[in-house]
């Protein structure tokens, strides 16, 4: 019995001994706190980058698995601050369900994690093959955005493929339009303000395959659509949080005078499509706390506006409650980020600079994917973003530009 016990442990040495983490691919972040061979468990927790926002996303590559052998992953909470004396809280870094993909395309949730008292969360994963990629979310890198503003251009011929910018990193910030630049609707939508929320650009993924499907073919007809799968593609690659980045994020970058080449050019970009022929639609995707619905940020102002302001703001929410059903339904009011205290702050958001930019016809509106929940996984983000098109082809069809 003894001597079976030994053999069963040297097996058990030998297969995590040679267990490999690697993190070196567009996306990739782990600190090993510890590998722990005995104990057949890996804790980490996300690696920081010293001002590039929220040490909250993790995404690493396991090799020298053995099939069918479960091991423990912890995950708990970068240990130093992120910002001065700023320490991010656990549960951003802590979903119910690890990603796991065998294949980088293809992503599940593992079983559910189960939390510690001293705030350590523990998965228990059982790999079928001797390499495993597990993560925070379903990813979605540059690889992901090239390849998908690659499909887009072949189906649509008509579509144009741009460079927004280059980013102070050097790297491309690539978008695509479709529709004809003088069409009756022009229509802006982007993701990854901030760099951890990929679920953003999933949502993004889904909506522009249903936007170059054959139902939204009348949609297209009568629009202009600029779309932007990832703002912050730095901090993407590198796999950083990007949110309260120092001295600011890309979300709190549309200032006067913007830090990011990226936002410069949006703003220029957006500037000249309302100038010239009027910004009907403006959305930002975005993927919030772990206790968060699917709801959208609206106006501070909603309640004091009139006009038609106040009915395209009121029709919208109507809209995106009536198509947004699936696999939640998004909430039927508007919230308010009233966590941004200042005007100077809350007019250097991205939603708030166009609304003061643009006119009196325009919505501008942040949608908020909520993560938390299995149902969060590709195909899910998907659903939002095909939901988030029929609202919008239902919001054109109405004309809002009408008196
Ligand atoms: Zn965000």
């Known amino acids: 019995m003894l001597q079976k016990s030994l053999v069963l442990l040297c097996l058990a040495i030998s297969a995590l001994a040679e267990i490999r983490i690697s993190t070196d691919f567009d996306g990739g972040n782990a600190e ?11 804790r980490i927790m996300p690696k920081l980058h010293e001002g590039r926002g929220w040490p909250c996303w993790w995404y690493f590559r396991l090799d020298g698995l053995t099939p069918g052998q479960p091991f423990r992953l912890e995950l708990q909470a970068q240990s130093k ?21 065998s294949d980088g395309e293809t992503w599940s ?79 802006w939508i982007g993701a990854r303000h901030h760099a951890w929320e990929a679920g953003g650009s999933q949502v993004g993924r889904g909506f522009i395959r249903w936007y170059a499907s054959d139902e939204a073919k009348a949609l297209r007809a009568k629009t202009c659509l600029h779309y932007i799968p990832i703002m912050d593609v730095d901090n993407v690659k590198l796999g950083a949080g990007g949110k309260d980045a120092e001295p600011r994020d890309h979300n709190r970058d549309w200032a006067d005078i913007p830090i990011y080449p990226e936002i410069a050019a949006a703003q220029r970009m957006i500037t000249e499509i309302h100038q010239k022929h009027g ?62 205290r200042t005007e100077e702050e809350r007019g250097r958001m991205s939603s708030g600079w166009v609304r003061n930019h643009a006119g009196d016809f325009t919505i501008s509106v942040t949608l908020e994917t909520g993560w938390n929940n299995p149902m969060m996984s590709i195909e899910g983000y998907s659903n939002i973003g095909a939901g988030l098109g029929h609202a919008l082809a239902a919001y054109l069809a109405e004309n809002p530009r009408r008196k």
Not at 32 to 42: F, G, I, M
Not at 93 to 101: F, I, N, V, Y
């Open 81 to 101: 601050p992120f910002r001065e004396k700023q320490f991010l809280a656990s549960p951003w870094c802590q979903p119910k369900h690890a990603w796991l993909s």
């Open 279 to 340: 910004l009907d639609v403006y959305i930002d995707l975005h993927n919030p706390g772990p206790s968060d619905p699917i709801f959208f940020f609206g106006p501070f102002t909603f309640e004091r506006m009139t006009g038609i302001q106040q009915r395209n703001y009121s029709r919208w929410m109507e809209l995106a409650a009536t198509n947004i059903t699936t696999p939640r339904p998004v909430e039927p009011k508007y919230r308010f980020a009233t966590y941004v």
């Open 32 to 42: 090993v706190v510890k590998l722990d061979p005995s104990a057949l468990t890996l």
């Open 109 to 187: 949730p593992s079983d559910a994690g189960t939390l510690s008292d001293d705030k350590v969360m523990t998965y228990i994963l059982t790999p079928m093959t001797d390499c495993l990629r597990v993560a925070w979310g379903p990813p979605f890198v540059s690889a992901d955005a090239e390849k998908l503003l690659a499909e887009l251009a072949e189906k649509l011929p008509e579509s144009k493929r741009f460079m927004l910018s280059k980013t102070r990193g050097g790297h491309a910030v690539n978008g695509i339009r479709i529709g004809d630049e003088k069409a009756p609707h022009q229509v």
